[in-house]
């Protein structure tokens, strides 16, 4: 295994400790080099360069997903990364409610929903 997939299996299994095995499982049989292509770059590269922590990352990527408007999936699972890194619940609200300003409120109403699944999943646990 090479450095960068090392630094990026430590990375993602910190931010999304199910969902990592997960994505691998889910792409080892029709694109494995996908799965092997996420964990090196993103989460071997970017989210291991210095200059922000695993928060400050996680946080950007829940505006980013939120102002893209059609990513619930990889919403709810920055979400839950988020918190897993030491974001509050609070600090994803007003992350998302950001995005209304400018994404559009639509994109924050369903961001703000996203939202909610991950927290109710995560009450019934």
Known sequence: MSDRYEKGLKNIEKIHPEA???LMKNLEDIAPDLGKFVIEFPY???YDRPGLDLKSREIATVAALTALGDTKPELKDHIKGSLN???S???IIEVIM???V????PR???GISAAKEVFEELDQD
Do not use: D, H, L, T
């Open 98 to 100: 950001q995005m209304a």
């Open 102 to 105: 400018y994404a559009g409120f």
């Open 44 to 46: 071997g590269e970017v």
């Open 20 to 22: 990592s095995k997960a």
């Open 89 to 91: 619940r609070q600090e």
């Open 85 to 87: 890194v030491g974001c």
């Open 108 to 110: 924050a109403i369903n």
